[in-house]
């Protein structure tokens, strides 16, 4: 049996299972500053790290659903940091129609490099319908639960009235102003010369029946 360490103390006196494993020297050397900053043993410390890592675990997927769900999120917060407005480059891009468009355009373009192959064409008329009616009242039902939220933040209740609340508050008059899309040629036109409510299969109605005179 190997040779074994002083008796555990602080706030892990529980620590009696081993754990022998190899690290690089770099990562050696941040745990051992660590360890001088905060007067812990380089055991307390490693298993204090370890343990918060599983507490962010847990907090990214109570926000995000999923450490995937939170790195696509946040490659599309690193797209939004780059929008452009030629005409106004210090608009902000949420009062900006011009740069709202294009962050639009933006985020599309991220989620189609990475959608998975085959064809979204081979499910049956009716859970096509479905799958359209499913596209077209979720986001209206989150947004509508946003905007019926609370305005002063619940101590009380559920987890969700709460993360509800805090939303409406974060988004301001972003919420306020939100109209529930019909398709999505109404969240990011891209002409942007549609008017409100007004599909892009109504457009070429439109435009048919100019021709046709």
């Given at each position: 049996m190997g040779k074994r360490g002083p008796i555990p103390k602080g706030e892990y006196v529980g620590q009696t299972a081993v754990l022998s494993t190899r690290i690089t020297p770099d990562l050696r050397a941040l745990l051992e500053a660590e360890v001088e900053?905060?007067?812990k043993t380089l055991s307390r410390e490693i298993e204090h790290r370890l343990r918060r890592s599983f507490v962010e675990d847990d907090k990214i997927s109570e926000a995000f659903g999923s450490r995937r769900?939170?790195?696509?999120?946040?490659?599309i917060s690193m797209?939004?940091?780059f929008w452009h407005n030629p005409s106004d480059l210090q608009a902000d891009w949420t009062e900006d129609p011009i740069a709202y468009d294009q962050v639009c355009k933006k985020i599309d373009g991220v989620l189609r490099a990475m959608r998975p192959t085959g064809s979204s064409n081979e499910l049956s008329s009716d859970d096509r319908v479905l799958a359209d009616l499913s596209v077209r009242s979720h986001p209206a039902g989150i947004l509508d639960d946003v905007q019926r939220a609370a305005a002063a933040i619940?101590?009380?209740g559920g987890r969700r009235s709460r993360v509800l609340s805090t939303i409406k508050s974060d988004l301001g008059s972003l919420i306020e102003r939100s109209q529930t899309p019909q398709d999505n040629s109404e969240i990011?036109?891209?002409g942007g010369g549609q008017q409100k409510g007004q599909s892009d299969s109504s457009v070429m109605k439109t435009k048919s029946r100019k021709k046709s005179k």
């Amino acid at each position: 049996m190997g040779k074994r360490g002083p008796i555990p103390k602080g706030e892990y006196v529980g620590q009696t299972a081993v754990l022998s494993t190899r690290i690089t020297p770099d990562l050696r050397a941040l745990l051992e500053a660590e360890v001088e900053k905060s007067g812990k043993t380089l055991s307390r410390e490693i298993e204090h790290r370890l343990r918060r890592s599983f507490v962010e675990d847990d907090k990214i997927s109570e926000a995000f659903g999923s450490r995937r769900n939170y790195a696509l999120m946040r490659t599309i917060s690193m797209v939004l940091e780059f929008w452009h407005n030629p005409s106004d480059l210090q608009a902000d891009w949420t009062e900006d129609p011009i740069a709202y468009d294009q962050v639009c355009k933006k985020i599309d373009g991220v989620l189609r490099a990475m959608r998975p192959t085959g064809s979204s064409n081979e499910l049956s008329s009716d859970d096509r319908v479905l799958a359209d009616l499913s596209v077209r009242s979720h986001p209206a039902g989150i947004l509508d639960d946003v905007q019926r939220a609370a305005a002063a933040i619940p101590l009380g209740g559920g987890r969700r009235s709460r993360v509800l609340s805090t939303i409406k508050s974060d988004l301001g008059s972003l919420i306020e102003r939100s109209q529930t899309p019909q398709d999505n040629s109404e969240i990011c036109s891209a002409g942007g010369g549609q008017q409100k409510g007004q599909s892009d299969s109504s457009v070429m109605k439109t435009k048919s029946r100019k021709k046709s005179k």
